[in-house]
């Protein structure tokens, strides 16, 4: 049987600025989820919030990219930004920044992650489990580094050494700089792991779009990699991503995967989108309310039933106390970076902020500057 992961995300609206979105928000979505559940739409649903975006994760027949997929997750964030608007809530319909999407929602706002394969339950994959991460407040390559160091590093995944694993992985990467349509390069990890290297350093121009095994063909990862920004030719929050990734036997295991978030490593995002601060790992359904306005990312976990179900629980990753050594050393990495304001690396570069205010800003002085006339002066 043919199966699809559907993970939507958008930011419709939230509370006391932008820190989570309201219950009734999240009730509306848990009921539309549950309703396209009754009428055979989806086969399973499960609705979560991390800081202001909500997430709809969910499993269908219907393939990726599918008008009645993807509308439903519309209709369901229009009737939560609906809620949100009568409530006065801050950013009501922030990403639904297009009028009425042509059916796929990839360029209309939400985040998309999606993945499609066979499933059998037996082969090389008797057991289908896999984990969604959802960030808030970061840049579209936040994943880059540490889905690099999970699928390929032996430093971080010993699995990659394992005869499943060992011709390692193939990477499409994406240029998010390309409006004119999805421009995507595949190369080889590890024969190309320095290009691939090369190419992801750049968190807010390329970005892992999907990850493949190249033993078995089949897909790992699939990542939404979109810049708001080139969407609607200004800045509207930050991009905030999401990530499907399987795991398990021919993939790695999912310390393995989420080791590399140990270091929460720095990325674009934070307070109006302009600061580099590291990148917290937190249970699900966490507000954005510490002192900064911290990048921070969820993972919960799923298994597949032989029907596609997976509602037998999750598995909330970041829950883990030992992840609070890790939160810690975040909130060090963040003050050390935040007492240095406004100056140089702390700050994004204003190429990247040039759809934000801060051009407004700039420009206006920049305009200003004159030649000096006398050069001894
Ligand atoms: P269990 O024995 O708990 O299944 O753990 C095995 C394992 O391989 C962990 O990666
Ligand atoms: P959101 O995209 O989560 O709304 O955050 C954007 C922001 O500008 C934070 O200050
Ligand atoms: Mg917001
Ligand atoms: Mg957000
Ligand atoms: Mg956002």
């Not at 792991?193 to 089949?218: K, P, Q, V």
């Not at 249970?283 to 990048?295: D, I, R």
Request: with cysteine.
């Amino acid at each position: 049987m043919r199966i699809t992961l559907s993970v939507i995300k958008a930011d419709v609206g939230s509370i006391g600025g932008h820190t989570k979105p309201s219950e009734r928000m999240l009730a509306c979505a848990r009921s539309e989820v549950a309703e396209a559940q009754e009428r055979d739409l989806l086969i399973d649903g499960f609705v979560a919030h991390t800081g202001d975006d909500i997430a709809l994760i969910m499993s269908h027949r219907r393939g990726k990219g599918h008008p009645e997929i993807h509308r439903f997750a519309w209709n369901t964030f229009m009737k939560a930004t609906q809620i949100a608007r009568e409530d006065g809530l801050y950013g009501a319909g922030q990403d639904l920044l297009v009028d009425a999407p042509s059916g796929n929602l990839r360029g209309a706002g939400p985040a998309v992650a999606e993945i499609e394969f066979d499933h059998t339950l037996a082969g090389h994959r008797p057991a289908e489990s896999f984990m969604v991460l959802a960030a808030d407040k970061c840049g579209p390559g936040a994943y880059n580094l540490p889905l690099y160091l999970a699928f390929a590093d032996p430093m971080y995944c010993a699995g990659l050494m394992l005869p499943q694993m060992i011709k390692g992985f193939r990477f499409r990467i994406i240029d998010m700089d390309n409006t004119k349509g999805d421009s995507i390069l595949e190369l080889d990890a590890p024969e190309d792991a320095y290009h691939i290297a090369a190419l992801l350093r750049d968190n807010e121009r390329f970005g892992i779009d999907a990850i493949i095994s190249r033993t078995h063909g089949e897909q790992a990862v699939a990542v939404s990699a979109q810049r708001l920004h080139a969407i609607a030719g200004k800045y509207t929050g930050k991009d905030d991503p999401v990530a499907l990734v399987r795991n398990q036997g021919i993939f790695p295991a999912p310390e393995e995967l989420l080791s590399p978030f140990a270091k929460a490593h720095y990325v674009g995002g934070d307070a109006r989108g302009s600061h580099v601060m590291p990148l917290m790992p937190v249970p699900l359904n966490t507000a954005v309310t510490g002192m900064y306005c911290l990048p921070i990312v969820s993972c919960t976990g799923f298994s597949l039933d032989r029907a596609g179900r997976f509602s037998s629980g999750y598995t909330d990753f970041f829950g883990n106390p030992a992840w609070d050594e890790v939160r810690r050393r975040a909130q060090q990495k963040a003050i050390e970076m935040r007492s240095q304001g406004w100056s140089g690396a702390a700050m994004l570069p204003y190429a990247e902020l040039e759809y934000s205010g801060f051009r407004e800003t700039v420009g206006k002085l920049v305009e200003r500057f004159k030649m000096r006339k006398d050069a001894a002066a």
